[in-house]
């Protein structure tokens, strides 16, 4: 007989929240925020500023048919009010607060700890400070699907923040199928399955596939991405890459043994878990092309969430705490080994 948990149910009772990660988020969003207008160190944020700066000297104007308008909206009319510094600090917290509010909201006696988890993922960073449009739509993302299971005002919450995650950055569209397909199909067998089966297709059709996706016009940019623009800390090689692999099949291994042997089924983590796999299965058919950083972070932005939430949430080990303390220093721990 399966365990199911549908209420706001919690392994331990006690609250183990400290009020001091709300200082530490702050910190953490004032220098990011305010970080040096570098290329070398800090990626696309030189072209970002570019950009900006084109709208504050009135050279560039906002143009309401944009593909992606929402930015070009925020740029404009930013650029009335403040500077790069100013735009650059206003994106930080719209990209780390809502992270910390989804955490909140799924696991709310140990949000503190998820979100340090989410903090210690080694795409944290980088889409903080270099794919900046691409983080911060990922973070709505986020709070989309931590509201899709609650009543009907945070379902149309969640629906209008996935609306503007789209018209941020367009690659959302994969994980918005995703969080559809993964609320209408709950069983993670065949989610699982598909998984399977997109490496067997990587190996033998990779690149008719990754030649698919490009041509369906997907993201404009993934056909101009080249090896040049892949953050070296993620990405050092193409190819088919096992070691990313690896990486990405741990929360899949974990949900496996927490939903099928464990046969712990809880909400939330369902459409976690299986969001996580379906965009994950994506980026695998993918994982050839030069631009497939990019296109992991699809997936990955959820990563420490569908690792994290059955370690806190859900009573999956009898020794939960020494097994969970070992989960989230491997995660810290590639981390670390990433940036090195």
Known sequence: MAKIYNKDEVLIDENTNNPLILIYVGLFVYFVGLRPISGYYFGDTSNYALTYNYFVNGVKIYDPESSEWVFEWMQYHCSKLMDVHGFFLLIEILYVVPVLWACKKLVPNHYAMLFVVCMGAFSFFSYGTNGIRNGMACSLIIVSIACINQNLSYKIIGIV??????????????????????FFVKDTRYIMGFWVASIFISLVAGGAVESFFTGLGFDDRMGGYSSQNIDASMFSSTGFRWDFLLYSSMPILLGYYVVFVRRVWDKNYLLLLNTYILCNSFWVMMIRASYSNRFAYLSWFMYALVLAYPCLKLPVWEDQGRKAALIFMAHFAFTFYMFI
């Open 161 to 182: 923040l996935a609306f503007l995650a789209f018209n941020i950055h367009r690659s959302t569209a994969l994980p918005i199928v995703c969080i559809l397909g993964s």
